[in-house]
């Protein structure tokens, strides 16, 4: 790394105890990653899958435990799990530890995508990463042919 390049590592944002920062995606690309800092008690979003994008995340620093369908997983630096599509791919990141954890989340960021969040009754429609939150429960029958 040159001198004057930024290091991505020493500039993860404080988000009351979470932080992240996106990584450089190439223009028309799908592949996207994220480096998360989880402070001790910090989480990253709710219990959640979607149905467009998979997910892959790898333990840089620290013992984050993960949530998932069948559990919580406590992990360990160098772990990696994926996330595939739909319910089976259901997780929650959360820092549990006394010293922070720091992860890099990859993604295949589809577009359109659709994520739910079924403890909270809600799902997000995702359109070039802008999220547009929906309560399932003011689902409406669609009306009309077909």
């Known amino acids: 790394?040159?001198?004057?390049?930024?290091?991505?590592w020493d500039e993860?944002?404080?988000?009351?105890?979470?932080?992240?920062?996106?990584?450089?995606?190439?223009?028309?690309?799908?592949?996207?990653?994220?480096?998360?800092?989880?402070?001790?008690?910090g989480s990253q979003f709710v219990y959640h899958f979607h149905h467009g994008s998979e997910e892959l995340l790898v333990v840089l620093r620290g013992t984050p435990t993960v949530r998932m369908e069948d559990g919580d997983h406590e992990l360990a630096e160098g772990d990696v799990v994926t996330f595939p599509r739909g319910p089976e791919g259901g997780h929650q990141i959360r820092n549990?530890?006394?010293?922070?954890?720091?992860?890099?989340?990859?993604?295949?960021?589809?577009?359109?995508?659709?994520?739910e969040y079924p403890e909270t009754g809600k799902l997000a429609a995702i359109v070039e990463g802008r999220h547009r939150y929906h309560r399932t429960a003011d689902a409406v029958e669609h009306a009309g042919p077909g």
């Open 1 to 8: 790394m040159s001198a004057d390049a930024t290091n991505v």
């Open 12 to 41: 993860v944002p404080d988000w009351g105890g979470v932080g992240a920062r996106r990584l450089a995606r190439a223009p028309g690309a799908s592949l996207g990653a994220s480096v998360w800092e989880l402070q001790p008690g």
């Open 96 to 115: 549990d530890a006394d010293s922070a954890a720091r992860v890099l989340v990859v993604s295949t960021n589809a577009s359109p995508d659709v994520a």
